[in-house]
């Protein structure tokens, strides 16, 4: 069994800073990928950036030239930049790990972008 654990959310004024991490229980170069999706309220979870075992990476529209996925292997954590945070990046924030079997998934981590 995977254990996803987030961390890093909490409340930001527009135009702030958050970093979320993921610490992963496996070893992450057994995921092809991982990723980060957000959920807002009465919204469908939506994949806000993912990046491949060989660095390749992919970010919504919304958050391209904001948001920056990393990972550092030495930790087994993913970690999400968020900068130039707007209100409508308000929303639960859950980290993803892709395999050819089963995806897993933390417990997600509030980010909440108000003044």
């Known amino acids: 069994q995977v254990q996803l654990v987030e961390s890093g959310g909490g409340l930001v004024q527009p135009g702030g800073s958050l970093r979320l991490s993921c610490a992963s229980s496996?070893?992450?170069?057994?995921?092809?990928?991982m990723g980060w999706y957000r959920q807002a309220p009465g919204k469908q979870r939506e994949l806000v950036a993912s990046?491949?075992?060989?660095?390749?990476?992919n970010y919504a529209d919304s958050v391209k030239g904001r948001f920056t996925i990393s990972i550092v292997n030495a930790k087994n954590t993913v970690y999400l930049q968020m900068n130039s945070l707007r209100p409508e990046d308000t929303a639960v924030y859950y980290c993803?790990?892709?395999?050819?079997?089963?995806?897993?998934w933390g417990q997600g981590t509030q980010v909440t972008v108000s003044s």
């Open positions: 990046i491949t075992r060989e660095g390749i990476t």
């Open positions: 496996r070893n992450i170069f057994n995921f092809y990928a």
């Open positions: 993803n790990a892709a395999t050819p079997g089963p995806h897993y």
